[in-house]
């Protein structure tokens, strides 16, 4: 009895540590709510309606933590299906709220809503979120900022202050209405118009000096710049004039300090930098200038800004600094050199896995192309009469009039076929300038998925190509997945000599990788997460050519190596309700 009352005390103590412990175990859950509906906003002396997040644009900035879980009430007010996927959130076993249209959900009808649960769990830094349903993405974007676990800390010293950066394009005609019209021709895209920071196109615009973004920093203060790129379909190169840079995150993980004087950033990525001020009072042009390595000149050709402004007495006169030798629109090396600098930190607190040669159980060589697909009479506007499209492996994705994952998970036949092949279907030199004959440039529509056991462990070579001298960088993305990125190179991806320059010893983690124009990238990944997962190029008109496909992870032996099970309520599938899918369904009629 005695003994029993001494140690009351200390257990009733440790008992209430461990609940002092467990919400930090757990993390905290976050509520959001986001209403979409038509906003109007005036940039370059056009003023138009477009579709926006709780009016904003970009779009709210969620704030977590490690560990921490987020739901978000997406409320839709205008008129169309919408989706929003959480970009770099692995959802371990939640597939049912990732968000990409037909693959993991049909889009929420208008004036409806759907309430998104948002799982954090290795990730930790900037990543973003963005609409998932035909080309809202370039309106309906926003930051995601991913703060240390309590109890830890950066892997580098506490900033003094942080600032978020998004990039974006915009367009002076309705977007969608752009969409519809670019699918329906089968010609060429429109161009954006500018690119933004912040929502800001900056100095060199028409009717924006006045309202350029200004960052107000302090002399010797420390800034944490956490970048995203939502930029349509452009690749590009940022700077900030007379200052060093030094990239400490890439995708949502840490790397080893890059130091630099520019970056280059596509569509998709998301960026941690470390910038401090310490040049002479004043102000200093941010800049960021489109990156293009394709044959063809279809890229705009604006550079956005922003001013870096020292706070403090002092009088200034005349422009904001330029950067000089910032790279030029059409400079590859630089870009080059630059994602190759990038490798993870390999430390104790940040350990990496990464599947060894032997390990490997899938080995998947896609090759990453533009194409064309046949119309009737020769009627569309891409060459010889055809429709231009995009293709993996030859396949140009279709979606489905019901998403994938309620296809799979209820074993409901006929909404696609487990064919995507491992390899094309040709081998030929990819990077020749002579890939112009039918048997190369017309590639097949469908909805072929590849279907993964789990825990296998897959290397995937994407192979560019320059089918109908189109060759150019592109950022492939992976959803439910961080992979590691353990080769990069140019030319034919050569399978006895290239494996040697391989880094498995600290290679950077990514969800989206560049690809070289007519080169390779090699990622490698544990297919440790049950579920349905998208794969695409992060170039919105590239995706929505058909330059995707989907895995399926199949569930382990356990109820924690399964999927979840799915939300009482989903969006129903309805395909008038996305321009996109009701395009697919036409092409399948008219192939």
């Given at each position: ?108 009808p208008p004036g409806t809503n759907f309430t998104y649960q948002v799982l954090f769990t290795s990730e930790e830094g900037t990543l973003w979120w963005h609409a998932h349903s035909d080309w809202t993405r370039a309106t309906v974007h926003g930051a995601i900022v991913i703060k240390p676990a309590l109890g830890t800390t950066y892997p580098f010293p506490e900033p003094d202050e942080e600032k978020v ?292 462990t897959v290397e995937i070579i994407f192979q560019g190509t320059n089918v109908m001298n189109s060759g150019e960088t592109h950022p492939m993305h992976l959803h439910g997945f961080r992979f590691y990125v353990v080769g990069l190179g140019g030319g034919n991806f050569d399978n006895e000599t290239d494996p040697e320059t391989y880094n498995l010893y600290d290679p950077p983690e990514a969800n989206t ?79």
């Amino acid at each position: 009895m005695g003994s029993s009352m001494w140690e009351l005390p200390w257990l009733l103590a440790l008992l209430g540590g461990l609940l002092l412990l467990l919400p930090r175990a757990q993390g905290e859950d976050h509520y959001y709510t986001f209403v979409l509906r038509e906003t109007n906003f005036t940039r370059l002396c056009v003023t138009k309606r477009m579709f926006t997040v709780n009016e904003s644009f970009p779009g709210p900035t969620l704030y977590v933590r490690k560990g921490d879980t987020a739901y978000v009430n997406v409320i839709n007010e205008g008129y169309y299906g919408v989706t929003i996927h959480w970009h770099g959130i692995k959802q371990p076993r939640n597939p049912w709220f990732d968000g990409p249209e037909y693959v993991t959900q049909c889009p929420i009808p208008p004036g409806t809503n759907f309430t998104y649960q948002v799982l954090f769990t290795s990730e930790e830094g900037t990543l973003w979120w963005h609409a998932h349903s035909d080309w809202t993405r370039a309106t309906v974007h926003g930051a995601i900022v991913i703060k240390p676990a309590l109890g830890t800390t950066y892997p580098f010293p506490e900033p003094d202050e942080e600032k978020v950066l998004v990039f974006a394009s915009w367009y002076d005609e309705d977007v969608m209405a752009l969409m519809k019209e670019a699918l329906s021709e089968g010609g060429l895209t429109t161009l954006s118009d500018a690119y933004c920071i912040n929502g800001q196109p900056g100095d060199f615009y028409n009717c924006s000096r006045d309202s350029t973004y200004r960052m107000s920093v302090d002399y010797g203060k420390t800034y944490l710049l956490r970048l995203v790129s939502s930029v349509q379909n452009t690749d590009m190169y940022f700077a900030i004039a007379n200052h060093t840079l030094t990239v400490v995150g890439w995708d949502g993980a840490y790397v080893k300090p890059v130091v630099t004087s520019y970056i280059m950033i596509t569509p998709g990525q998301a960026m941690d930098i470390l910038v401090t001020a310490d040049q002479p009072l004043g102000e200093y042009y941010i800049l960021l200038s489109p990156f293009f390595d394709g044959q063809a000149d279809d890229f705009d050709h604006s550079i956005a800004s922003a001013i870096f402004q020292y706070d403090g007495n002092y009088s200034f006169t005349g422009l904001p600094a330029y950067p000089i030798d910032f790279p030029g629109w059409e400079e590859v090396a630089p870009a080059t050199s630059f994602v190759k600098r990038l490798k993870s930190l390999n430390s104790a607190e940040h350990p990496i896995d990464v599947p060894t040669d032997d390990e490997i159980t899938t080995r998947m060589f896609i090759t990453v192309s533009i194409s064309m697909m046949r119309c009737p009479n020769a009627s569309c506007e891409g060459p010889d009469g055809n429709r231009l499209a995009s293709a993996l492996n030859n396949i140009s994705f279709a979606n489905p009039d019901l998403d994938v994952l309620q296809a799979y998970y209820s074993n409901i036949a006929g909404y696609y076929t487990a064919d995507f092949p491992d390899l094309p279907p040709t081998l030929f030199n990819f990077t020749s300038d002579d890939l112009l004959t039918d048997n190369v440039t017309l590639s097949d529509q469908g909805t072929k998925v590849k279907v993964l056991n789990y825990n296998e462990t897959v290397e995937i070579i994407f192979q560019g190509t320059n089918v109908m001298n189109s060759g150019e960088t592109h950022p492939m993305h992976l959803h439910g997945f961080r992979f590691y990125v353990v080769g990069l190179g140019g030319g034919n991806f050569d399978n006895e000599t290239d494996p040697e320059t391989y880094n498995l010893y600290d290679p950077p983690e990514a969800n989206t990788v560049p690809v070289p124009k007519d080169g390779w990238a090699v990622i490698r990944f544990r297919a440790d997460n049950p579920g349905v997962w998208y794969m695409h190029c992060h170039f919105d008109r590239h995706m929505a050519w058909g330059m995707d496909t989907v895995f399926i992870v199949k569930n382990g032996t356990t109820a924690e190596t399964s999927i979840r099970e799915p939300p009482v309520h989903m969006p129903p599938c309805e395909t008038d309700s996305s321009l996109l899918t009701a395009l697919h369904s036409y092409l399948r009629q008219q192939a």
